[in-house]
């Protein structure tokens, strides 16, 4: 902007304004300024007068540039009024823009909260926390800036994008996991049982690290076969200790977390791969793993 501009209070009223009263003065000054140069240089007698046509034609021969510059009076200060009118049009359009920005902001976030609301009444998960996720998935958007669609820092992608993307990895390495390990289960002897069904754990883990930039919970169901304790293998993270099944479904956290990630993706505008799922033999070998874990009491009662 230039630096004229800066001096341009909009604020305050258009008289109080300097260039307001130099578009009022200076052309006066000038022309005045001008028109004693003239007279002074010609030896005319600036105190008599005449009205007679001749004394007033030579009046205007002389002085019609101080004249000229005189009327520019009218233009400037026209100059400063419209600006000053355009600026004050400029800045009540701003304010509006950053009211509805805010109105906006409060709103996106409302109803991403309602989005976290619907998905922990479908998917037995809590969201520990909602204004950190929030600032995760939509790092730029504040009281004076909103954008609807999720992004990273610095030009990265999404977060949503790269969990997707570990969570795909998981899934994929875990089918081939317990594909390989199906036939080997089902020879498996009862005091083995333990050793086998790690895998299992495993999994838990690592498709709960997957998501662990979500921040989320599972919150324990009421029915104590809706779910499986995991709070005493070692590696499983700290504020975990539950993980949804169904009686023939141990991989349904599979379900849950894709669902999550398709929710999130869907109100973020975000577009992420397909997820994978594990099915085939692979879903099969984990829901004898979970029988051998209820064999050997291991699920927490």
């Not at 995760?136 to 009281?143: A, D, G, H, R």
């Not at 609807?148 to 875990?174: D, H, K, M, P, W």
Request: charged share 20%; proline share 4%.
């Amino acid at each position: 902007m230039p630096r004229w501009r800066e001096t341009f209070d909009i604020k305050r009223p258009l008289y109080k304004n300097a260039w307001f009263w130099v578009a009022i003065l200076f052309p006066p000054i000038l022309a005045g300024t001008l028109a004693l140069g003239i007279s002074y240089s010609n030896n005319l007698y600036l105190l008599s007068y005449s009205l007679e046509l001749g004394a007033l034609e030579t009046f205007y021969n002389y002085q019609k540039i101080p004249i000229a510059v005189a009327a520019l009076i009218f233009p400037f200060s026209a100059l400063v009024i419209a600006h000053h009118r355009s600026a004050l049009t400029l800045e009540q359009i701003k304010k509006t823009e950053e009211q509805k920005t805010f109105a906006n902001y409060l709103k996106h976030k409302e109803e991403f909260f309602k989005c976290l609301d619907n998905i922990e009444t479908k998917s037995k998960i809590s969201f520990k926390k909602r204004n950190e996720l929030y600032k995760i998935l939509f790092p730029y958007n504040s009281f004076n800036t909103l954008a609807l669609t999720s992004q990273g820092r610095e030009g990265f992608a999404s977060i949503l994008v790269s969990v997707a993307s570990s969570c795909n990895s998981v899934l994929s390495r875990y089918n081939s996991i317990f594909s390989l390990n199906d036939v080997a289960f089902r020879n498996c002897l009862p005091e083995n049982y333990n050793e086998s069904t790690s895998s299992l754990f495993d999994f838990y883990y690592d498709i709960l690290c997957a998501i662990e930039p979500l921040e989320i919970d599972i919150v324990k169901p009421s029915n104590e076969k809706d779910w499986i304790y995991i709070g005493d293998h070692a590696k499983i993270l700290y504020w975990i200790k539950w993980v949804p099944i169904e009686a023939t479904q141990p991989l349904l956290i599979q379900v849950v977390i894709n669902d999550i990630i398709d929710e999130l993706a869907l109100f973020c505008m975000v577009t992420i791969e397909e997820l994978n799922y594990i099915n085939g033999p692979a879903e099969k070998a984990a829901y004898r793993m979970l029988e051998a874990l209820r064999t050997k009491k291991n699920l927490k009662k």
